[in-house]
């Protein structure tokens, strides 16, 4: 009898097929005949093996067209767009990160994104209040934690609030497994997935494949896990251990793929990227765990991220898959390319030099941007160097930044400019923000409108506002995401965030009961920019799909009209709901901005995190890139008025205001260390409230002085807060040393206050805490080991009253203040 081993070989032979497809069906072929093989005769083995393998070859073809027609109809989508934009360089920049730029009506790859992780956290709400992660970086409720991972991977507790919240859970994730398929992916619907894992690579490469394959060997449920050759699973039965003869490959290649990040199933090319979206996300479903239990006794050993974070990391990052999708097709990389490819034909159709040279920058540009959103360069070069450097950048977060809270007062005046642009009142987001902060309840109630914290489903989305994700190790993230939420800065902006998308929604409500053609003119601008039309507006101002809050006000918010209208299919829906809420998203980084993919991308380019050159500049770029988002912003919408006297309207305001703001965070950071407020009347202080409130307050020390805050010079301070930690270090060693070969006192006491002093995590730069923790502790023990203590402090002070004006009222050496903070000193009042 005559197999399909011998039909696959003869077609091979005769070169109808490629022979490494032919190899591998020939090995899925003899694998399905060999298992088969025990249970029933030769003939009838070899007979199943070829139903299966024929049917697993319909499947995939099938899963192929579908990939190509969505990946068709986004690169039409594509060139309509490119071609038609007044500038097709910078609309192709758009396509990852939009900013202002009149005439491109696209979506965007960063906003959309955005938008689905806040409609994912506003379905989580209830799920993120109790289990999610404390200021310490603990889960509010560990117990019920196990439980909800117990209930996702189908173990029933007898746990009601698990089985309630795992249903929560379970709805978000099928959600958007449906809009990965939706735009061209293809994942089977699998109950009781459970939470995927991030694994540790530093670990497993360490430990390797023989101690990995163990561990997870028991833990695993073979009867969920699909051989994907034939299609059918390892095992017929929950709980049966197939033999490792039949695993064996299966767990090679599963480990292989993670400590190689996927090169181990292909060959370098001349083609930019590997494998498409469509097809990743499949393989990272491959590993199913038998309980809520396994998965968090493997996650000890081999995982990355603790449970909380793993179940947000997975449909956040899935979230991102189906953004990059929906803009750009089922292969991203190659929708931007070709996006790029459509603006050079243009340029060079043109025959504009300029043109053409702005679409070779902006397309550089916007493959750095991508890979940043994509997460490629997060990859490092060295996974030890990087995991080390990372954590010295949030460690640096913790005993630098406690006092941030005072530097986001700049966020009052780009609120209020955002505001303004839209036609939106800015004292309305102003009281809204205080009746967020002052209530429970109307926070609550912003969540059932769809709003929820940002910082209840990221810990660290406090510390990303301002330096982009940082990847350190536990304990450091810990600690500088506790430093921010201690001081309050965390909760302020997630009030700010919170309180100007509901002011949108209510002042598109406002306009409900108008046509399209006659709602305010700013409003209809803003939406008609972005791709909303009179028919979208008025499927979005049904009354029914519209939230009414218990003193009766009105709000079109996205995520609540999504599950309470009824006009159209659930997936048009979904388009329509996260095209506004993307919308919302693009206006709220006008108000409240954060540090930009655009900013990240220019800053550090493609550099790897564990590279010479990728940490030197991640380590400069730590609290620079919120300036020059906010910079890049501010000058875009600038560019975007069109009188002279809008755009000097426009830039007074600004100026004005963060000049202002930045005085006010000048003179409370002095009383939070312990002095009084400086003199307002000479130049000195006005230059440092510009650098101030552009967010660049550390370098407004160097006008006047030679050293920061911190202590290091100015050149330690433009490398960076890395480098300047580093040489504190070093200078434990080396100033005693050097003072000690110069034939002076060494005074090491002086240098380990110091160093403790501007080390000092959490609590060191806390404005409750920064004075108490400097006077009271490191005083006390620079006095102790420094016999020279006393006369130091009075130069130092003589030094800060000659350079900023200046006294303390918190006297040196003591826990608590002498007398209250001079406030007649900002007149230049120096008695």
């Not at 108490?772 to 080991?785: A, C, T, Y």
Request: glycine share 10%; with cysteine; hydrophobic share 40%.
């Amino acid at each position: 009898m005559t197999n399909i081993h011998d039909c696959i070989q003869r077609a091979v032979d005769a070169k109808e097929l490629n022979p490494v497809r032919g190899r591998a069906a020939q090995g899925q072929y003899d694998q399905l005949v060999a298992r088969y093989r025990s249970v029933m005769s030769e003939d009838q083995a070899q007979l199943a093996a070829a139903a299966d393998l024929k049917e697993a070859t319909r499947r995939a073809a099938r899963s192929r067209y579908h990939a190509v027609i969505n990946q068709l109809q986004a690169l039409r989508r594509i060139k309509a767009l490119i071609e038609t934009a007044p500038d097709p360089a910078r609309a192709v920049k758009y396509l990852i990160e939009y900013s202002d730029g009149p005439g491109f009506s696209g979506e965007s790859v960063r906003s959309l994104t955005d938008a689905y992780h806040s409609s994912i956290a506003a379905g989580l709400y209830e799920m993120l209040t109790k289990v999610g992660l404390n200021v310490l970086g603990n889960s509010r409720d560990r117990i019920l934690l196990e439980n909800l991972m117990d209930e996702l991977h189908g173990i029933a507790t007898g746990n009601a609030d698990a089985a309630k919240l795992a249903e929560l859970v379970r709805y978000q994730q099928n959600r958007m497994r449906q809009l990965f398929n939706a735009h061209g992916g293809d994942i089977g619907e699998l109950a009781d997935y459970g939470v995927p894992h991030a694994h540790s690579v530093e670990m497993l490469r360490t430990r390797g494949f023989d101690a990995w394959a163990n561990t997870i060997e028991t833990r695993l449920a073979w009867d969920k896990i699909i051989d994907l050759g034939t299609g059918k699973p390892y095992a017929a039965q929950p709980g049966t251990i197939p033999d490792r003869a039949l695993t064996d490959r299966f767990l090679r290649e599963v480990y292989e793929n993670i400590t190689t990040r996927g090169w181990n199933t292909r060959d370098p090319s001349l083609t930019t990227g590997g494998q498409a979206l469509y097809n990743q996300r499949a393989d990272h479903r491959v590993l199913h765990f038998r309980s809520g239990k396994d998965w968090l006794a493997y996650n000890n050993d081999f995982g990355n991220a603790d449970p909380f974070s793993a179940m947000m990391n997975g449909l956040f990052g899935l979230a991102n898959d189906v953004a990059m999708m929906r803009v750009l097709g089922p292969n991203p990389r190659a929708g931007l390319e070709f996006a790029i490819q459509v603006a050079q034909r243009r340029a060079a159709e043109l025959r504009d030099p300029k043109l053409e040279k702005s679409v070779h920058a902006q397309a550089a540009l916007a493959r750095t941007m991508f890979n940043h959103q994509s997460g490629a360069n997060n990859i490092p070069e060295s996974v030890g160097w990087s995991t080390f450097f990372s954590g010295v950048r949030a460690f640096n977060v913790s005993t630098q930044l406690g006092s941030a809270v005072l530097s986001s007062a700049s966020d009052m005046v780009t609120i209020g400019l955002a505001a303004n642009h839209i036609g939106m009142n800015p004292t309305n987001v102003a009281a809204r923000t205080a009746r967020l902060v002052a209530s429970h309840t109307t926070r609550q109630e912003a969540a059932r409108m769809g709003y929820v914290a940002a910082t209840l489903a990221d810990a660290g989305a406090g510390q990303a506002r301002y330096f982009g994700k940082l990847m350190g190790t536990g304990i450091t993230n810990r600690m500088a995401s506790a430093t921010l939420r201690m001081s309050a800065l965390t909760f302020m902006t997630d009030m700010r965030r919170i309180s100007f998308q509901m002011e949108f929604s209510g002042y598109m409500a406002q306009n409900a009961d108008r046509a399209f053609a006659d709602i305010d003119a700013p409003l209809r601008q803003v939406l008609s920019d972005r791709g909303i039309t009179a028919q979208d507006w008025d499927l979005l101002r049904d009354p029914a799909a519209r939230f009414v809050s218990q003193d009766g006000a009105d709000f079109i918010a996205p995520s609540y009209w999504l599950e309470n209208q009824t006009a159209l299919p659930r997936m048009e829906a979904e388009g329509l709901a996260m095209r506004l809420q993307m919308i919302t998203q693009e206006h709220l980084e006008m108000a409240v901005p954060t540090a930009s993919l655009e900013g990240r991308a220019r800053m550090i380019g493609d550099t790897k995190g564990g590279s010479a050159s990728g940490e030197l500049l991640r380590s400069a770029m730590v609290y620079r890139s919120f300036a020059l988002s906010l910079t890049m912003n501010q000058y875009r919408r600038w560019l975007y008025k069109k009188s002279g006297w809008s755009k000097l309207g426009y830039v007074g305001a600004l100026g004005a205001g963060l000049v202002l703001t930045g005085a006010l965070t000048i003179q409370l950071k002095e009383i939070a260390k312990g002095n009084d407020p400086r003199p307002m009347n000479d130049r000195k202080f006005w230059f440092a409230a510009l650098m101030q409130g552009g967010g660049l307050g550390i370098f407004g020390d160097f006008f006047f002085s030679e050293a920061s805050r911190t202590g290091g010079g100015f050149g330690e301070t433009l490398a960076g807060a890395t480098v300047s930690f580093v040489g504190d270090g070093m200078g434990l060693v080396a100033q005693p040393l050097g003072r000690f070969i110069a034939g002076q006192e060494p005074n090491f006491g002086r240098t380990v206050s110091d160093f403790g002093r501007f080390n000092t995590p959490v609590i060191g730069t806390n404005p409750l805490t920064r004075a108490v923790v400097s006077r009271g502790i490191w005083d006390n023990v620079q006095r102790f080991l420094d016999n020279d203590a006393e006369s130091t402090w009075r130069r130092q002070d003589r030094q800060r009253e000659r350079e900023f004006g200046t006294r303390s009222f918190f006297d040196r050496g003591s826990a608590t203040p002498s007398r209250a903070p001079d406030l007649t000193n900002i007149l230049g009042d120096q008695r």
